[in-house]
């Protein structure tokens, strides 16, 4: 069991590395087996799946399908699966429940339940089987994020978020290095991109939910 104790040590050893050191790190001290790693395939999104993919090339990337992406999203999965060597796995929802959501249009009446019957609960299923889940948040992005350490222990999983500390020029200066493909409607305004019904356009993440004070989908904060 993780004690308070063995999170602390572990965020004091982690935290003063960089990101890849990190990712490095990680898979010396935890079995690859143990270790979920999740990618929305989004914006920001290129740059771990790259990292990842060069230190331990057979990590599974699980992607969680909702049925309410973009079609660009899914074309760009695909040519980032391609130009990373990727085995992707792909979460669907509950049959019934989703086809609930689509036929009531859930989304507008009620977001975040729409959100837990599409992403929460199938994830729960897989990370039943898994002790750690590596996730690409960076706290510039929302408030909530801000308060993050690179290790938490949260529903039984020991989270980890190597990107946390890293700046915005930071981020665009290491994607630009790699020189990654772009998602295709960030040209068009988009900046962060979840699914159809709630992603308009605009700065950071400010299109997320533009109508509601709601920031997070859920997996990680709810």
């Known amino acids: 069991m993780l004690t308070e104790e063995i999170l602390k040590s572990l965020n004091e050893?982690?935290?003063?590395?960089s990101p890849v050191e990190r990712i490095g790190l990680l898979y010396d001290l935890f079995e690859q087996d143990s270790i979920l790693f999740t990618s929305s395939f989004g914006t920001k999104s290129a740059l771990l799946l790259y990292w990842i993919s060069n230190i331990q090339p057979n990590q599974k990337i699980h992607f969680l399908d909702t049925g309410y992406h973009f079609e660009e999203t899914l074309i760009y999965k695909n040519k980032l699966t391609a130009a990373f060597d990727l085995e992707v796995v792909n979460i669907y929802p509950q049959k019934e429940a989703h086809q609930k959501t689509l036929k009531t249009e859930l989304w507008k009446k009620n977001a975040s339940k729409c959100c837990f019957i599409n992403k929460v609960l199938p994830l729960e299923l897989v990370k039943l089987d898994y002790s750690v889940w590596i996730s690409g948040l960076m706290a510039y992005?929302?408030?909530?994020?801000r308060n993050l350490d690179v290790f938490e222990m949260k529903d039984n999983i020991l989270k980890f978020y190597p990107l946390i500390d890293l700046m915005e020029s930071d981020f665009n200066n290491f994607y630009q290095k790699a020189t990654l493909p772009v998602h295709p409607l960030e040209i068009l305004g988009y900046h962060s991109i979840g699914c159809l019904h709630c992603t308009q356009r605009g700065l950071g993440r400010s299109g997320r939910w533009n109508d509601s004070s709601k920031t997070e989908c859920g997996l990680h904060f709810n």
């Not at 050893?13 to 590395?17: G, T, V, Y």
């Not at 992005?141 to 994020?145: A, E, G, K």
């Open 13 to 17: 050893k982690f935290e003063p590395l």
């Open 141 to 145: 992005q929302t408030p909530f994020r």
